[in-house]
T-cell receptor
Framework: DAKTTQPPSMDCAEGRAANLPCNHS???????VYWYRQIHSQGPQYIIH???NNETNEMASLIITEDRKSSTLILPHATLRDTAVYYC?????????????FGTGTRLQVTL | GAVVSQHPSWVICKSGTSVKIECRSL??????MFWYRQFPKQSLMLMAT?????????EQGVEKDKFLINHASLTLSTLTVTSAHPEDSSFYIC??????????????FGPGTRLLVL
């Protein structure tokens, strides 16, 4: 699976949008971009995924650049409960290459 | 999203004993389940992939005789840490892949099991 690069940490004020970047310059054409988050001492929580189009769900929006070499996860109105480590992962959907491999992620701290 | 449960949520055991952790997919049938381990302040490390009815595939460096994985049904996988030692103390997390839905094969994670070996 392609490697991803994320900033180690970010701060965001409560109520503001949190924009978390991810670089995946070696992504291949059939690899998806997935985002998960892990709140302290819990299992990772699925947030969103996409292939090449922008995606939105009740939790977040995912913006993927046209060349697919980077993406941004947007939490539109961050709350204190969004404080977590956010992982950007690229993977195939099928076969042995479809394992989820976690990097170091971005530690998002939402403050008052 | 889909629900994955783990039991127990935490366990303390003596060195040399074996500990079994259960992972269940509650509202979908998971043909593939995964076991991860996470040490403090580190990321998740994949230990093994298990497919229902077949032997698990272990990642490099993970001892298959120490970490026994059984995936006997489409909703249950177990991880047994045999002859546990203090260095096995960690946060063990299982994950199950939901094969249904819009062509996506999203993995859902359990809440984790914290193991402390004394």
């Amino acid at each position: 699976d392609a490697k991803t690069t994320q900033p180690p940490s970010m701060d965001c004020a409560e109520g503001r949008a949190a924009n978390l970047p991810c670089n995946h310059s070696t992504i291949s054409g059939n690899e998806y971009v997935y985002w998960y988050r892990q709140i302290h001492s819990q299992g990772p929580q699925y947030i969103i995924h996409g292939l090449k189009n922008n995606e939105t769900n009740e939790m977040a929006s995912l913006i993927i650049t046209e060349d697919r070499k980077s993406s941004t996860l947007i939490l539109p109105h961050a709350t204190l409960r969004d404080t977590a480590v956010y992982y950007c992962i690229v993977r195939h959907h099928t076969g042995t290459a479809s394992k989820l491999t976690f990097g170091t992620g971005t530690r998002l701290q939402v403050t008052l | 999203g889909a629900v994955v449960s783990q039991h127990p949520s935490w366990v303390i055991c003596k060195s040399g004993t074996s500990v079994k952790i259960e992972c269940r997919s509650l509202d979908f049938q998971a043909t593939t389940m995964f076991w991860y381990r996470q040490f403090p302040k580190q990321s998740l490390m994949l230990m093994a992939t298990s497919n229902e009815g077949s032997k698990a595939t272990y990642e490099q460096g993970v001892e298959k005789d120490k970490f026994l994985i059984n995936h006997a049904s489409l909703t249950l996988s177990t991880l047994t840490v045999t002859s546990a030692h203090p260095e096995d103390s960690s946060f063990y997390i299982c994950s199950a892949r939901d094969p249904s839905g819009q062509g996506a094969k999203t993995q859902y994670f359990g809440p984790g099991t914290r193991l402390l070996v004394l």
